[in-house]
């Protein structure tokens, strides 16, 4: 596995990018489709993961097959059929629907930082995940999602907290994820062999 770099993200075979930023550490796996996303340091896609219009925060885990931001279709007119936004696949005079395709973008999904997004899980577009927060594998999340907080099933429930609350508001005062990369190896040791609890009473 290669070592990441600060400046490029590490992007496997058979990916297609759009409209796509990406902080340090970034890596994406084969077949996954980014369009319209802001992805942030560390943050990483398993294989075949499908995300638009989505900001992602750091240290985003996020596992194979997981859907975020999905593209959805407009219910409320005559037709769900893309021809009448896609027109100019139809008809060589027509023009795509911009205010349409503008209305997709504005909907984005917030993923947190520190967040496992699990094989397979489906995002709304529109849907918050808080800090921490765990999604289950399948699972379909149509509403926001608290921090550190784990949910599952369709449609998603929460399940229950990972830490107790202290400990979470504890863990949010101290947004690690926003030391440096220095600091981040420094306290390596102490990511690997610590709990919640004790990190903090070491660094809180």
């Not at 997709?104 to 808080?130: N, Q, Y």
């Not at 949010?172 to 994820?177: H, N």
Request: aromatic fraction near 12%; charge should be neutral; proline fraction near 5%.
């Amino acid at each position: 596995m290669p070592v990441l770099s600060s400046d490029e993200p590490n992007i496997h075979p058979d990916c297609e990018i759009s409209d796509t930023t990406f902080g340090r550490y970034c890596e994406v796996a084969r077949g996954t489709r980014l369009v319209n996303v802001e992805m942030g340091d560390y943050s990483y896609t398993d294989r075949y993961a499908d995300i638009a219009n989505a900001t992602i925060g750091k240290f985003s885990n996020i596992a194979a097959f997981a859907r975020i931001g999905a593209t959805d279709h407009p219910m409320e007119k005559a037709s769900l059929h893309h021809f009448h936004y896609r027109s100019q696949n139809y008809w060589p005079n027509a023009e795509p629907d911009a205010e349409w395709f503008a209305l997709r973008a504005s909907r984005r999904a917030r993923i947190g930082h520190d967040t496992w997004i699990g094989g397979g899980a489906f995002v709304k577009p529109g849907v918050t995940l808080g800090h921490g927060s765990v999604v289950g594998s399948g699972a379909v999340v149509t509403r926001d999602v608290g921090p550190y907080t784990i949910v599952a099933g369709n449609p998603a429930r929460p399940i229950r907290s990972r830490f107790p609350e202290a400990v979470a508001a504890g863990m949010l005062a101290l947004a690690w994820w926003d030391w440096d990369h220095a600091n981040l190896r420094a306290r390596l040791d102490d990511f690997r062999r610590l709990r919640a609890e004790d990190f903090l009473d070491r660094y809180a």
